[in-house]
């Protein structure tokens, strides 16, 4: 597997199910992402991981909820969805250089996880 | 606050031809801009970006793009277009002040007829 995994491709969920979306990535990086692809709708951070702390959270509901095991595996976990939640979910990955938080990496994405709320 | 917007939501465009795909942008420190892909059903594929030095930056499938400080402007450009490079476009923005998250235009669908 080279770049940035993601499974399930494509998941359908019921409003009270519980799933995990997982995220991999074979490059080396240190900071994981997840974005959020909706129809018509530009795309959305909901979380910045970097070095496996969570830096950035961007109002996102709490039925969303992100763990970084290690800074290869990033899980974007789902309990009572809505289905206005149905979308694609990008993870993305990049490596943060000596300028930290100032520097100006490049965030390579997955395929993403097409997921329908029903 | 930071934003991209994209003016156009489709560009169409003979094979063989030009293209400019527009993306200006709003940053409250100095900017880094990107370029990405996206084909049906796949995620993003990096093109290009701008950090610092040289307006005109080269990237990947013969893609580039201008930066223009005083219009904030990062168009998209390629001389010759392929039918292969029909594809929805998204310019991003951060900006140097230690935020981490991309901000993405709302995306240009470019369609190369033959």
């Known amino acids: 597997e080279t770049g940035v995994t993601q499974t399930p491709r494509h998941l359908v969920m019921g409003m009270t199910n519980k799933k995990s979306l997982k995220c991999e990535q074979h490059?080396?990086?240190?900071?994981m992402y997840w974005y959020k692809q909706s129809a018509k709708k530009p795309l959305e951070l909901m979380f910045v991981y970097s070095l496996e702390e969570r830096v950035e959270n961007n109002s996102v509901p709490s039925r969303f909820s992100p763990e970084c095991p290690n800074s290869s595996h990033l899980f974007l976990h789902l309990h009572t969805l809505q289905p206005e939640d149905s979308a694609l979910y990008l993870c993305?990955?990049?490596?943060?250089?000596?300028?930290?938080?100032?520097?100006?990496?490049?965030?390579?994405f997955g395929p993403g996880t097409r997921l329908t709320v029903l | 606050a930071q934003s991209v917007a994209q003016p156009e939501d489709q560009v169409n465009v003979a094979e063989g031809n030009p293209l400019t795909v527009k993306c200006t942008y709003s940053?409250?420190?100095?900017?880094?801009l990107f370029w990405y892909v996206q084909y049906p059903n796949r995620g993003l594929q990096f093109l290009l970006k701008?950090?610092?030095?040289?307006?005109l930056v080269k990237g990947s499938y013969g893609f580039e793009a201008e930066f223009n400080k005083s219009q904030t402007s990062f168009h998209l450009k390629k001389p010759s277009a392929l039918v292969s490079d029909s594809a929805l476009y998204f310019c991003?923005?951060?900006?140097?002040?230690?935020?981490?998250?991309?901000?993405f235009g709302s995306g240009t669908r470019l369609q190369v007829q033959p």
């Open positions: 490059l080396g990086h240190n900071a």
């Open positions: 940053v409250s420190g100095n900017p880094y």
């Open positions: 993305a990955s990049s490596q943060v250089l000596s300028g930290g938080r100032f520097s100006p990496d490049t965030q390579y």
């Open positions: 991003a923005v951060r900006d140097d002040t230690g935020r981490r998250a991309l901000t």
């Open positions: 701008y950090i610092t030095g040289d307006n």
